[in-house]
Nanobody, 118 residues
């Protein structure tokens, strides 16, 4: 069974930084894309940042220049460094991975709350 376990969320003041981590474990043969999504209350989950197995990255316009996604393939882990945080970044952040565990599938973490106070 595959698990994605997130850590690093919490409460921070505007202008501060947080680093999210997400480790994939279990019966994993290969990981393709990994990414971070966020969900505001009453809204659809939206992509924040993604990184391919080759290291190519993409970002939502709202976080470009402030957030950085990276991954450690040896550890099956993806990170999201969030700087210059704003109250508008307050949301539940979810880790996502497209990986092969027997068959290819799309997996999600349990979510971690990020709260930015003004």
């Amino acid at each position: 069974q595959v698990q994605l376990v997130e850590s690093g969320g919490g409460l921070v003041q505007a202008g501060g930084s947080l680093r999210l981590s997400c480790a994939a474990s279990g019966r994993i043969f290969s990981i393709d894309a990994m990414g971070w999504y966020r969900q505001f209350p009453g809204k659809q989950r939206e992509l924040v940042a993604g990184v391919t197995s080759g290291g190519s990255t993409n970002y939502a316009d709202s976080v470009k220049g402030r957030f950085t996604i990276s991954r450690d393939n040896a550890k099956n882990t993806v990170y999201l460094q969030m700087n210059s945080l704003k109250p508008d970044d307050t949301a539940v952040y979810y880790c996502n991975a497209v990986l092969a565990s027997g068959a290819w599938g799309n997996y999600w973490g349990q979510g971690t709350q990020v709260t930015v106070s003004s």
